[in-house]
């Protein structure tokens, strides 16, 4: 009924081609794109450290000096040449001690009175002894450890004691004999009153045991009087010895200390006199007559 106008055409022919198109779209379209994946990590450059770490790292290889190879044909045993490492270490710690080492200064040493002078030097400070000083400082530079400084000092001590022994006078050796047997004993006899009363009564036993067995005093006393364990079994045996004395003739503290100052008397006269003098032979007389009046049977 009605005519289509040119524009109306138009438009009409725009509005199929469009639709036509939309329909082509929705036929062809593609499906949704599908998810990224994670990027990967380029591979790293050849040649860096830590591109070498890819590789297992190759066992170090065996070694010893020559002297220590023990070797089977051209091969080496290396547990034989183990040993033998072993060994030469043993021998250089013996040497040279283990792991011993000299102090970062002098002052690192401890340093004590010899055992043998002990007593003398208790008071003795070694930091203000300067001859010491200077003998550690020598002994430093020459790098002795505290076990050789120690090892020094006690055999300087102990030879030097002998040295001084071997220069004493017989009487000088007594003398110490005598000191230390009293020492000995003072650590028995604590009470007051208790040594000089038991060394009083193992002199009484001394002289009398010395003339039943027909010894004199001097070469009695000279043998046993600085024996500690012999003094303590006099002192020990006086009291009964004293029951064994016939009545009347026991004597007063008094009487033996008489006894005892002309006993000194005489020996100190028989001393000063040479071996041939005639009045040595009188005074020795003398001596033994007063010993067989004290101790007649």
Known sequence: MFKKTPRLMSEAAAAEAGAASGGAAD???????????????????????????????????????????VKNGDEVDWQATARKIDEGRSHLEKRFGAGDVPPKDISGYKVAAPEQYAELLKDWNPAEDQALQSFLGNAHKAGFTQQQLDLVLGEYGRVMS????????????????????????????????????????????????????????????AALGNNAMFLRVAAALAPEMQEDTPAGTQQTPSDALDWEAKRADLVS????????DPRRAQIVKQLKDHYERKYQS
């Open 27 to 69: 036929a062809g379209a593609p499906a949704a794109p599908a998810p990224a994946s994670a990027p990967v990590a380029p591979p790293a450059p050849a040649g860096t450290v830590m591109a070498k770490g890819a590789t297992a790292a190759e066992p170090a290889a065996w070694s010893a000096p020559d002297k220590y190879l």
């Open 162 to 221: 002998q040295v001084q022994g071997a220069q004493l006078t017989p009487e000088q050796r007594f003398e110490q004999e005598a000191d230390a047997t009293a020492k000995a004993l003072g650590e028995v006899w604590k009470e007051p009153g208790e040594f000089d009363k038991n060394v009083g009564l193992s002199y009484q036993a001394g002289v009398k045991l010395a003339a039943k067995i027909g010894v004199d005093y001097d070469e009695f006393n």
């Open 269 to 276: 006269q028989r001393d000063a006199l040479k071996e041939g």
